[in-house]
């Protein structure tokens, strides 16, 4: 679903993240972990096709992205960290234009949004301006505008942070079953306990360089993921 190869983006003629292979298959949610500076944002955007890189490729569903960055976001969703919504735009309205740009019928849309919008409590707020939503509403709003036209492949930058608890467990729940039923999931988080619980796979980066990845069971062992990030970051546990 997902395919890094030997990905390197340069700053200044220093490498930001430098070979990194990873791939994420139909049915993975991955955790990408990570200290900040280290390169996990600037690998989700290439992942988007919002910022060009040097070396590599990256490939959407056998698709590069370099080579045909429209098709690869026909099938994939991103929800930055900090979402930039358009204020100007009620809720609905807002979920009707991603609708629009990704070419959900009617009746799907409708029965989606309800659906979501019921899930993440937002539905009385959805008349609303984006401009009036607090941090957490316009996070709830991305979320659901993310899910809207079913993409094979959603990408995530710290999707947790700024939900309530219920809205949090929500996402949790509509992670595992967009993933059971074939799609995949990549998302950075610093929220460790939740990665170890809620992900098949998880990749560590350092310095822009992957330092391990595999199975949850893999990577950690016996011990917890907070151990083993620790460990790896040369801190004590």
Do not use: W
Request: proline share 3%.
């Amino acid at each position: 679903m997902l395919k890094i190869s030997n990905f390197t983006k340069l700053y200044d003629g220093k490498p930001a993240v430098e070979r990194l292979d990873l791939e994420v298959s139909a049915g993975d949610i991955y955790a990408f972990i990570g200290h900040n500076g280290a390169g996990k944002t600037t690998t989700i955007k290439a992942c988007c096709g919002i910022m060009n890189f040097d070396e590599g490729d990256i490939l959407i569903d056998g698709i590069s992205i370099k080579k045909d960055p429209l098709e690869c976001k026909k099938r994939i969703a991103y929800i930055p960290d900090n979402p930039e919504l358009y204020d100007y735009l009620s809720g609905v309205k807002y979920l009707n234009f991603v609708a629009d740009v990704f070419g959900v019928g009617k009746a799907e849309r409708e029965e989606r949004i309800r659906r979501y919008s019921d899930l993440f409590g937002l539905t009385d707020d959805l008349a609303q301006l984006v401009s009036a939503y607090s941090h957490g509403m316009k996070q709830k709003l991305a979320i659901i505008s993310a899910f809207i036209h079913d993409p094979k492949l959603i990408i995530m930058d710290e999707p947790f942070v700024g939900l309530d608890p219920v809205a949090s467990h929500q996402l949790k729940l509509l992670m595992r079953e967009h993933c059971d039923k074939g799609g995949a999931i990549f998302f950075s988080t610093h929220v460790l306990e939740v990665a170890e619980k809620l992900c098949d796979k998880v990749a560590i980066i350092k310095n822009g360089k992957l330092v391990t990845s595999g199975t949850m069971s893999e990577v950690k062992g016996d011990a917890s993921l907070e151990a083993v990030f620790l460990e790896l970051e040369g801190e004590n546990a």
